[in-house]
């Protein structure tokens, strides 16, 4: 009895110290006080003591463990380790880790998160906002842009040149205007409430491109030359990587370039000709300098003893001889420019390359690094934009529209789709703005940007199918009053640019994530990879029994805290939101400890088996997300009006990590693993719950009612109520909607009838006759009947409007009208 009692006290001892990361002497420390503890009071004799001893030694005596075991070890982690291309050891050195790192590993501390500055727009940036935004955004008008010229006009290209829409990620000493990734998020929002063509035509000069590229690795010659010309638009930009035989993987682009000498402007230079067949390439038809990448080949060795150089990117302008620029692909019915382009044996000089000669063959690190930045801002701000458009404008049609004699908004089945779209848009919202903060801080997050370009435009996509849902036929018909369709049908777009999003998810994500958040994986393959075999021992049992302790802590932290749902672990606050953290404490030991697992398991080989990284990168995806939540409503000063809102986007993405949790055990190939570790992680099963119905019902209500709350989700919006902003007359509506419907209940009451929510200018001439309201109150009623009906009406168009080809039509109904005649 004793010994049991003894054996429980030093399992509790370990477990304590596990649970808290204690050191290896400390651990070592207080078990041979337990064991001497023991050994006083009776129950532990000599053979415990020599276990400890041929145990505790070894480990703690760094020249015999590293021979004995941290040697043989080492050859046999190279024997295993995954193999890594020189494009995925690329991947993974580009960019830096932030807060996804401490949540991978295990235990976040909340404060940190907390303590991250919340960013800002500087007074220039919010001049900016308000002034040329404004200024643009009323000069245009989606339906033109879309239907009738599938363009922006000349004067909107010239508005976007003059006032450097195009430079804001330029310098201000090139003429840019330099503005932080936040003020970048919030100009491309506003713009995308209007017109998702503009800001994807905006979006990509300030994303991955040219700019961006010579910015970070041009010549001084370069950067003088073309800044100033792109800031300007003298210059538009595009950049070709994607080719027809390769897209997500584009690595293997078959475009290529030879070193060689040739004529350039009547003298003799050393450049290369390039050949090259791209696709996809948005604003390739009016792009006046195309950047292109190619894999450069010296097959005479001219620049030195290599052949094959690799991925090169290289400015070359579009009226060089032999480049075919011009056509246009038709992405969905968002018509923004995009097409092909193809060269053959296209002679430039090798300065063309970006950075000069000595950048050949390093193309590939320019673009993973330039992406882990670009991919957290365009996306994201656009497709959050859309959902916070859509919860806009939802809610106000909701409320407006209605049937069964109440707003559709009311009804308890609308209202569950309406809280996807309400949630969504709070999460969005939060996630891209922590996200760009992040870029503001000096971070070029790789893991983030995956994240946030995958879930965002994936609930963008999900947001539009719901906000279609509750428009109904509003949402189907098409025209100039149609403000949802075009973010509805160009939804896909977001979803396969840079980085499809299957792929975003099952390799990108995780597959990143595993290596740049783990403490010690990245150490390990480093010292697996150093040659110098004395200093890759040293390098290598520091970073293996660091992760052996690593280990075993998430072991112990996971059984805890799954065991008590982590009811005792650390919450940064006691109200609603508290259960919140506790949750993802407990999520993120098991994500810790099962990326182990899956690591120590599978090998090199979990990088094919997708569907299980797929599932570890919702863990740290979901994890990421909901402290994004947590973060925007600490920032925004802890309203209470806005806690439907938190709750629903927490308990969602908690109940998804939950279910991706459970799908990893349930699929895990070792069997054995997967079903005891599914005990030791849901001990009491499946215990989250997906958001309940009365919090869906305060966040559909918080949607179509005027108030502080539903003002913040649609922030950064362009909502002006003018003729050519539908989406601002929707919420005009709103307004003048609910300013009548007092006066409406007024007038039944003293008319004794319930009459219908229509023809309210007769419901006003009724008031006015039983004088029970004034001219005044009546004039109210005119102008909702006037906006009601704008909001429930679609378009239509004569016969002949909606050809293309209005020419072929108009002669076959000549030649019917003759044969009618004859
Ligand atoms: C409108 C538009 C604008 C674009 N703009 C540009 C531009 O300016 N410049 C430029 O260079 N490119 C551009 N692109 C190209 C874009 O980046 C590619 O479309 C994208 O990389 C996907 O390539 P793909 O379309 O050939 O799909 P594919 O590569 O054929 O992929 C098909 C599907 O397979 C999935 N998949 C592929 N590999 C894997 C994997 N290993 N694991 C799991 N799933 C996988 C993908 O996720 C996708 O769902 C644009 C594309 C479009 C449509």
Excluded at 696 to 722: D, F, W
Aim: charged fraction near 20%; glycine fraction near 8%.
């Amino acid at each position: 009895m004793e010994g049991f009692v003894f054996s429980l006290i030093l399992l509790l001892v370990i477990g304590m110290l596990a649970y808290y990361r204690a050191s290896l002497t400390l651990f070592t420390a207080a078990i041979a006080l337990t064991l001497a503890a023991g050994t006083f009071a009776g129950p532990v004799g000599m053979v415990s003591w020599i276990i400890f001893l041929v145990l505790a030694l070894p480990l703690n005596i760094a020249f015999v463990r590293q021979k004995l075991l941290t040697q043989p070890l080492l050859g046999l982690y190279r024997k295993i380790m995954p193999e890594m291309s020189s494009t995925e050891k690329e991947a993974i050195d580009a960019g830096t880790t932030w807060w996804e790192a401490d949540l991978f590993r295990g235990n976040p501390d909340w404060q940190k998160l907390h303590n991250f500055p919340t960013p800002r727009l500087s007074p220039e940036e919010q001049a900016f906002l308000d002034g040329p935004v404004e200024t643009l955004l009323d000069m245009v008008d989606d339906w033109e842009i879309t239907h009738e010229r599938a363009d922006l006009s000349p004067e909107v290209y010239q508005y976007l040149k003059d006032h450097g829409f195009f430079a804001m990620i330029i310098k201000k000493q090139y003429g840019g205007l330099e503005f932080s990734a936040y003020a970048q998020s919030c100009v491309l929002q506003k713009l995308t409430s209007k017109s998702m063509v503009l800001s994807s035509i905006v979006g990509v000069p300030n994303s991955l491109g040219p700019g961006e590229l010579l910015q970070h690795y041009g010549t001084d010659e370069q950067k003088n030359h073309y800044l100033p010309r792109l800031a300007k638009g003298v210059d538009v930009p595009c950049f070709a990587l994607t080719s027809p035989e390769a897209g997500s993987d584009a690595g293997s682009i078959p475009d290529f370039g030879v070193v060689c000498k040739g004529q350039w402007q009547g003298k003799e230079v050393l450049g290369m000709r390039l050949t090259w067949n791209k696709r996809y390439i948005t604003l390739a038809p009016i792009a006046t300098v195309l950047g292109l990448a190619f894999k450069l080949q010296d097959p005479d060795k001219l620049l030195g003893d290599k052949e094959d150089l690799g991925i090169t990117c290289a400015l070359i302008p579009a009226d060089t001889p032999g480049v075919k620029i011009g056509r246009r692909h038709f992405p969905l019915n968002v018509p923004f420019q995009n097409g092909p382009t193809q060269g053959s044996d296209v002679f430039v000089p090798l300065d063309f390359i970006i950075g000069g000669a000595k950048m050949a063959g390093q193309g590939w690190r320019m673009l993973v690094e330039c992406l882990s930045v670009g991919r957290a801002i365009t996306l994201p701000s656009n497709s959050t934009a859309g959902i916070k458009a859509a919860a806009m404008a939802t809610g106000a049609y909701a409320r407006i529209r209605r049937q069964f004699k109440i707003p559709v908004g009311k009804m308890e089945g609308v209202e569950e789709a309406m809280a996807r779209i309400g949630g969504y848009a709070y999460m969005a919202c939060a996630s891209t703005t922590m996200s760009v903060g992040s870029i503001d801080l000096g971070e070029k997050p790789s893991v983030i940007s995956a994240i946030t370009k995958y879930h965002i435009t994936e609930r963008m996509r999900l947001a539009m199918i719901d906000a279609m849902d509750v428009h109904g036929g509003k949402g189907i018909c098409m025209g100039p009053d149609n403000y949802l369709a075009r973010g509805y049908q160009g939804a896909p777009v977001a979803i396969t640019v840079e980085g499809a999003n299957i792929l975003t998810r099952n390799m990108i994500i995780y597959g990143q994530g595993a290596i740049r958040c783990h403490p010690y994986v990245l150490a390990e393959l480093q010292a697996a990879y150093n040659e110098d075999n004395r200093a890759a021992v040293t390098a290598f049992d520091k970073a293996l029994f660091g992760h052996i302790g690593f280990a075993i802590s998430n072991f112990f932290r996971t059984f805890w805290l799954s065991l008590t749902g982590g009811a005792f672990s650390s919450a940064p606050y006691s109200d609603a939101t508290a259960k919140y953290y506790k949750q993802m404490n407990r999520f993120s030991a098991a994500l810790a400890l099962m990326s182990d697992v899956a690591m120590g398991t599978l090998g090199g080989d979990l990088k094919r088996r997708e569907r299980i990284s797929a599932r570890l990168g919702d863990i740290l995806s979901m994890l990421y997300l909901t402290s994004s939540v947590l973060k925007r409503y600490q920032d925004e000063g802890r309203q209470p009006q806005d806690l439907p809102l938190v709750q629903w986007a927490c308990e969602d993405n908690l109940a998804r990590a939950q279910q991706a949790l459970d799908e990893l055990f349930d699929n895990f190939p070792n069997r054995l693993v997967g079903v005891v570790l599914k005990r030791v992680v849901f001990p009491w099963g499946r215990t989250l719950r997906r958001p309940a119905d009365k919090v869906e019902h305060q966040v559909a209500r918080i949607m179509q009612t005027p108030c502080e709350a539903r003002s913040r989700l649609g922030h950064h919006l362009y909502l002006a109520a003018k003729d050519n902003n539908p989406i601002g007359m929707v919420e005009q509506a709103l307004r003048d909607v609910l300013a009548a419907e007092p006066l409406f209940d007024k007038v039944c009451q003293a008319a004794n009838k319930r009459l219908p929510f229509f023809r309210l200018n007769e419901v006003a001439e009724l008031g006015l006759e039983l004088k029970i309201i004034s001219e005044q109150e009546a004039e109210l009623l005119r102008k909702a009947e006037v906006s009601r009906l704008r909001t429930i009406n679609v378009d239509d168009f004569d016969f002949n409007y909606l050809a293309a080809d209005k020419a072929l039509l108009e002669s076959e109904q000549a030649n019917t009208a003759k044969v009618n005649a004859a």
